[in-house]
């Protein structure tokens, strides 16, 4: 298996596929908008330019933010910049539920990042690498606020992991 970061950091085993689907959609989006200005017979350069923008707007807005981890840091990469912070001096860490459910890591350094906490239920190894860091962090005392939470994240993703492997032995 082939790594894209660095030596030792685990990343989302799923980001190629969303991706792909991505830049599908943009694709299929741009193709097919232009074979329906070209059938109105209302194509021209600029309007090929055009549809062509909007499309590769669209495969952006796809674009699922990739995320990686290694011994005491987490990032989250996304079209513009990357977010990371150091799981080992984390300060505070809140989950937002509803309909966009997701993480906010803090650390003592005032770097802060939004996570979906799905992407770490379908990543033993990414969620391996932030409990690695958690445990320093508590250790040290710095994690001051939300360490239920992570607990609680944890215990679900357990649950979640026993599950599977009942589902794919047949016991279950």
């Known amino acids: 298996m082939r790594r894209s970061g660095p ?11 969303g991706a792909r689907f991505a830049l599908s959609c943009a694709l299929l989006f741009c193709v097919l908008s232009l074979l329906v200005d070209w059938d109105a017979g209302s194509l021209t350069p600029l309007r090929a330019l055009l549809w062509a923008t909007l499309s590769s707007a ?13 011994p005491g840091w987490l990032a989250v990469h996304t079209p ?14 809140r989950q937002y539920e509803g309909p966009s459910s997701h993480l906010v890591l803090r650390d003592v350094y005032g770097h802060r990042l939004q996570l979906d906490p799905r992407i770490l239920t379908a990543n033993p190894l990414l969620w391996h690498e932030l409990d690695t860091g958690v445990q320093r962090s508590l250790e ?33």
């Not at 669209?58 to 290694?70: D, E, I, S, Y």
């Not at 994690?143 to 279950?172: F, P």
């Open 80 to 93: 513009w910049r990357r977010h990371m912070v150091r799981t080992d001096a984390l300060a505070a860490v």
């Open 58 to 70: 669209v495969g952006t807005v796809l674009l699922p933010h990739r995320v990686t981890a290694g």
């Open 140 to 172: 040290r005392g710095t994690l001051r606020q939300g360490a239920e939470v992570l607990k609680r994240l944890g215990h679900d993703i357990d649950e979640e992991t026993a599950q599977a492997v009942l589902r794919a032995s047949g016991l279950s």
């Open 7 to 17: 030596a030792g950091s685990a990343g989302d085993r799923h980001w190629r596929g």
